[in-house]
């Protein structure tokens, strides 16, 4: 029976090969996105991540996009090696992709989630030797469950699912506790409206560039502003720049 899978396609082509086993240290400085978040809101799931990437204490980019579409209901947040995050989230896309016309169906949820943490797992030798480590959210609209979920994965591809809030990269410690106080002794996240839980995404990103030189904040004179989306049972839909200035300015 011919493989319907996309990644034994490749690897039997001789197109997906392993990593080098060894990398001489000190030999590559590596470019590194930051701080992302999901957070479930009343409508859906929020997916938001600063726009800094740095090397070392060298910011090198200040519009990095850290929350990449995989297809129509789910997108994949970064945090680690943008390179590397950036063909693991092509790869997955396509996988997605070839399923669909070689099956003539949908890829389900678990079958995505499986595709990723294989992805991550192949990725392992050059994780384990300091560079190229990627540390994903994904968050996804289920379609049989009828609403949308979030998983965040470690560096051996191992799955977890959130049930409010996830958050990685160099601020996360600096945020999560402040969610999870939000959470507990103040509106939940759960029940938020849109604009409360943008204004309250937007809010955590700022705190985590305030204490965290690897995360970048707001800058209004250079139109700098994360990137939040949202996914719901319409889509995945962006939130403008124009929604958060308002924010901002009310703020």
């Not at 809101?41 to 991540?49: E, F, N």
């Not at 680690?80 to 790869?91: E, N």
């Amino acid at each position: 029976m011919e493989s319907c899978d996309f990644l034994d396609l490749l690897r039997e082509g001789g197109h997906l090969s392993a990593a080098p086993s060894t990398v001489q240290e000190g030999l590559i400085e590596q470019v590194e996105g930051t701080t992302i978040m999901a957070v479930r809101y009343a409508d859906g799931v929020l997916v938001a991540g600063d726009r800094r990437a740095t090397m070392g204490n060298l910011v090198v980019y200040d519009r990095a996009d850290k929350v990449l579409s995989i297809d129509d209901d789910a997108v994949m947040a970064i945090a680690g090696s943008p390179s590397v995050a950036y063909d693991i989230a092509r790869m997955l896309e396509m996988s997605v992709q070839h399923y669909r016309r070689s099956q003539l169906q949908r890829l389900s949820l678990d079958g995505k989630l499986r595709t990723l943490s294989r992805l991550l797992r192949q990725n392992l030798p050059m994780a384990m030797q300091g560079i190229g480590a990627v540390v994903p959210i994904y968050a996804a609209y289920d379609q049989d469950a009828g609403g949308s979920r979030i998983f965040f994965y470690d560096l051996l591809g191992a799955e977890f699912e959130c049930v409010d809030f996830c958050t990685t990269g160099s601020g996360s410690n600096i945020i999560r506790g402040a969610l999870y106080y939000q959470n507990r002794w103040g509106t939940p996240l759960a029940e938020m409206a849109e604009e409360q839980a943008v204004e309250t995404v937007l809010k955590m990103l700022e705190t985590a560039a305030e204490y965290d030189t690897a995360t970048g904040g707001f800058r209004e004179t250079a139109r700098i502003y994360p990137q939040v989306i949202k996914v719901t049972a319409a889509g995945l839909n962006k939130v403008s720049e124009g929604e958060m200035a308002a924010l901002y300015e009310k703020a």
